[in-house]
């Protein structure tokens, strides 16, 4: 929220105010109340005791003129600044003391404004202000039997039959996430109630499907620490705080300081609140894993670790994702933020915020942000704490390499990705030594398969002898191949005197001599198709000789850079769409390409990626070339996947885009209808306000049809990928039970994995499609552990 | 703010200043200046490409000897995406090397050389520090060092 003077220009006091001095002073009234509001609780000479007060009384004497202000004021600060969530209830009880009928408004205007979030799908303000509320239980604005009536509608939805889970689950979990809070004064005052309504939720929670919490884990082992399912978690941390007879001494309560006044006050019921009910097109929040890292072993001396069922762990790292949630576009700003953590002397700061941080990270289905977000925040953290950060975060990436064999695939490729950069902005420094274990190990395995890949990504961020350097001379079994290019066309080549290396040769003058693409075609022809008499471009036939000439040739010349390699494509765009015109010769240019830069594994991620952009190969054949046989020696290399993913991104936006132009131009017609039948419009001149003109029906079909054309190829991407994970998988699993040996040989985990990281990366877009998947593919005879996968995925929405 | 421009405005601009200051506040193409000589688009590519798809990369040359004299230009397809860019890029390392991004009112042909005197970026003519990655000394201070007599 900002602390910046807000500009409020509407007024729901007195009406539009003619005189502009009075007007001005209103406003200038308003910013600074808004301010006085939001900066209560912040560092100041005197106390917040006192601080409260002074601000109740200013607040009281403005009540009359400035209440809607105010109002809204703090129902911001209930939804943006949860962690002072006690102070401002403390507030609206001093408030309500002095004047009743405030303190009414502000209960039902909470209520109003928690049906709202809640209509309007803004799941974590709606939590937020559950908490709110039942904090107000604490300063007597709130009777206690009235929260539990509500809370019992909260309830009562997580209790329903015929919803999905997820909803229920959501009910659930802002129940007990409110309880930290209130759970004392309720069972102080209404102890069966509590104990009734958090037997029902027990109930629930045990009794629930968990399908998809394997879909979620970071790691597939609960040792040394489980992996729980975020309901569960707070369940656990809740029974433990009942079993402390709900005595926690972690949240800052400055209403007990001010309880012989509090308890004077006349307290409000709640209005009624009954959760909208559901409908099929609202979208819950997904489920989540705790992630676990650290227990207080891990930590050194000082302030110990709160244990994993504490109530203290969960507010802290509440309250540390939300200062995370809430700054990380300012990372400097974040950083310091989650440095300044009140409580920090009392913990071991460091470690959970680390432990966070990974957390999210390594979230599934996909991070909230972006994971330079999450990499640059460590880095602003060690900065700011040289002497500590810096060895938590090794201890760390220490831990997660110790356990790497049960990490998550697509946690994996996350943990590499963010270890490169990382090790990218510290010059590379690191213990390799202390990883020499993998030297033994085969290349499949993940240790070994990390510290590969890991530096496959250090040299694309920096260069070949770099990476030399940077490892141990031990280690140069994990070195990569220096990025050339395999040119098989050269004079002295493994071709020589043949007549493609002689194509090659004259292809290569012509290019220099800047020739044209006709002329490239037609020199291709005459060097390289038999001399038939016939047309050489019919239907499905193609020369895989020509196509590979002129790529190997072509791209040989773009080496030096990118940009030298773009050029060469857009240059000879025409030669390309003619040779590959079907998927098969499509197959065939990917083919030649590969064999080109085999080496250079972060070029060829940029020529398909380019290829794909300027339509000179389909998705629907990069998916083939992927699980063609040649590929199968690449399959388990990360950069292959890095194909894979961009070109389902590629298809994804390229299907939003025309839904997007399909619905806008359809609301255009719907618009321009509904205008033309309404003549008061027109003759106000509304036509200024519609620049763009009306477009035909006939028009708008033809961009619904190209939507739905599109729609198509997305699902008949989606059907080629899985289809062809399960027949590998498949295969794998018969050929295995044939020969009677262990079906989980790591390239089984790596391909199990890659089809998991589908489902997660994309989860949005298969979902649409998850009807058809299990008709066509997903079909119960499959093997449960292809099938699994699948349910897992399904799982996250039911 | 990270998005916030910076105070530098690029005096060969063709237009007024209203025109720059628009172009720049809705702008898609970042300057990323501070690099070694030796950097590589293809390490552009893989740090930049983490705030997401990359449309193009111009280096900046030399203009005399039209190699790389560590500054580019770098296109997204999305003002997000670059904003992304200016947020967590900006002020991080780049082939160990510091690099600063600032927006830029769009890559126009010329605007790739150097503006120094001597042919790489006028930062380069004046400084006075030893910089491996950057030629060495200043250019000024290279030209007095070979001057025979300067040290006596």
């Known amino acids: 929220m900002s602390h910046r003077r807000k500009r409020g220009y509407e007024d729901e006091d007195g009406g539009y105010r003619s005189k502009k001095r009075r007007t001005n002073e209103h406003m200038e009234i308003e910013d600074r109340l808004e301010s006085l509001i939001l900066r209560v609780g912040e560092k100041s000479t005197s106390s917040l005791e006192s601080n409260l007060e002074g601000l109740a009384s200013v607040l009281e004497a403005d009540l009359s003129t400035y209440k809607s202000k105010i109002l809204k004021i703090l129902i911001e600060c209930a939804i943006k600044l949860p962690d002072k969530c006690t102070i401002y209830t403390t507030l609206i009880g001093l408030l309500n003391t002095k004047n009743y009928n405030f303190g009414g408004e502000c209960v039902e205007l909470l209520v109003k404004s928690t049906k709202d979030c809640l209509k309007s799908f803004r799941w974590s303000d709606a939590r937020f202000l559950l908490r709110f509320m039942s904090d107000l239980v604490n300063c007597h604005v709130v009777n206690a039997g009235s929260l539990l009536q509500l809370l019992d509608n909260f309830v009562d939805a997580a209790l329903e039959e015929g919803v999905p ?70 369940w656990q941390q809740i029974k433990r705080l009942r079993s402390d007879m709900w005595i926690e001494k972690h949240i800052i309560r400055p209403y007990l300081a001010f309880d012989s006044t509090l308890c004077e006050a006349l307290q409000h019921n709640l209005p009624s609140l009954v959760p909208p009910p559901h409908h099929p097109s609202t979208l819950y929040p997904l489920p989540t894993v705790i992630f676990r890292m650290f227990d207080y072993t891990d930590c ?149 398969k990390f510290i590969l ?50 194509a090659s040769a004259n292809l290569m003058a ?78 065939c240019i990917l083919r030649s390409v590969f064999q080109l830069w085999k080496t250079h594994q972060q070029m060829l ?51 939003s885009k025309l839904q997007k132009e399909a619905s806008e131009a359809r609301k255009r017609i719907e618009d321009s209808d509904s205008d033309s039948s309404d003549s008061e419009d027109e003759s106000r001149g509304r036509r200024k306000n519609k620049p763009l003109e009306r477009p035909t029906e006939e028009q708008v079909e033809k961009l619904e049809d190209k939507m739905e054309s599109a729609q198509a190829d997305q699902k008949n991407l989606f059907l080629i990928i899985f289809q062809r994970f399960i027949m590998i998988l498949s295969e794998h699993l018969v050929r295995c039970d044939t020969d009677a040996v262990d079906f989980k040989t790591p390239w089984f985990q790596w391909t199990v994995g890659r089809l998991h990281q589908i489902f997660m990366i994309h989860h949005e877009q298969v979902e ?28 996250l929405r039911m | 703010m990270s998005t916030d421009l910076s105070s530098y405005r690029d005096q060969h601009f063709k237009g007024s200043r209203s025109e720059q200051e628009r172009l720049l506040a809705q702008s898609t193409t970042l300057y990323v200046g501070n690099m070694s000589f030796y950097t590589t688009e293809e390490q552009l590519y893989e740090l930049f490409g983490k705030c997401g798809e990359v449309k193009k990369i111009v280096m900046g040359l030399d203009k005399f000897k039209r190699t790389p004299c560590g500054f580019c230009f770098v296109e997204f397809y999305t003002r997000g995406d670059s904003e992304h860019a200016m947020r967590y890029i900006n002020g991080t390392r780049l082939d160990d090397r510091i690099i600063r991004t600032d927006w830029d009112a769009g890559f126009i042909e010329g605007r790739q050389y150097g503006r120094g005197k001597s042919g790489g970026q006028v930062r380069d003519e004046y400084r006075t520090d030893f910089d491996s990655g950057r030629g060495g000394y200043g250019k000024i201070v290279q030209q007095k060092l070979e001057q025979p007599d300067y040290l006596t």
């Open chain 1, 300 to 448: 050194p001396e000082g302030p110990i670790l709160p244990g994993q069922h504490s109530i203290e762990r969960w507010l802290i790292e509440e309250q540390l994702r939300h200062i995370l949630m809430s700054n990380h576009t300012e990372r400097k700003e974040c950083a310091a933020q989650l440095l300044s953590y009140p409580l920090k002397n009392k913990i071991p700061l460091e470690y959970i915020i680390v432990e966070v941080m990974f957390g999210e990270i390594f979230r599934l289905p996909t991070p909230l942000c972006l994971e330079i977000a999450y990499g640059s925040i460590l880095i602003e953290l060690c900065k700011l704490q040289p002497s500590t950060m810096p060895q938590v975060l090794a201890q760390a990436t220490e831990l997660l390499y110790e356990r790497i064999d049960v990490m998550n695939k697509t946690c994996f490729d996350r943990f590499v990705n963010w270890f490169s950069y990382h090790l990218s902005n510290f010059q590379f420094r690191w213990s390799w030594d202390d990883w020499d274990d993998a030297l033994s190990q085969d290349p499949e395995q993940p240790k070994a």
């Open chain 1, 510 to 587: 012509a290019i220099k001599r800047k020739c044209t693409s006709e002329e490239v075609l037609s020199l291709l022809k005459q060097e390289l198709d038999p001399a038939t008499g016939e047309e050489d471009i019919t239907d499905g036939v193609f020369n895989p000789t020509k196509i590979d000439v002129f790529i190997q040739t072509l791209l040989f010349l773009g080496q030096k850079s990118f940009s030298h390699s773009f050029a060469a494509i857009a240059k000879f765009h025409s030669v390309f769409k003619a040779l590959g015109s079907t998927e098969e010769a499509q197959i």
């Open chain 1, 453 to 502: 890949e890991t530096l496959l990504k250090c040299l694309r961020l920096s260069y070949h002898q770099r990476v030399v350097e940077l490892i141990p001379e031990t280690f140069a079994v994990f070195l990569p191949d220096k990025p050339a290019p395999n040119f098989k066309y050269s004079v002295d080549g493994p071709y020589a005197g043949s007549e493609e290396t002689r």
């Open chain 1, 165 to 234: 889970q997820v909803r229920r689950d959501w009910f659930a979990y802002s129940v007990l996430s409110a309880l930290p809070w209130v759970g004392r004064e309720l069972y102080e005052k209404k102890e069966s109630e509590l104990d009734r309504m958090l037997g029902s939720l027990e109930g629930y929670i045990k009794r629930r499907k968990k399908i998809h919490h394997n879909a979620l884990r970071v790691f597939k082992s609960d040792h040394p620490h489980p992996q729980e399912e975020y309901l569960d978690c707070l």
């Open chain 1, 605 to 655: 991620v940029v020529l398909i990626d380019k290829m794909l952009k300027t339509q000179i190969v389909e998705c629907a054949a990069v998916a083939n070339w992927v699980f063609s046989k040649e590929m199968v020696p690449e399959f388990s290399k990360c950069y292959i996947w890095e194909i894979v993913h961009l070109t389902i991104r590629k298809m994804n936006k390229h299907v």
């Open chain 1, 768 to 795: 649409k499609y998850s009807t058809t998947l299990e008709t066509l593919l997903f079909t119960q005879d499959l093997d449960p552990n292809i099938l699994d996968v699948f349910h897992q995925f399904v799982a």
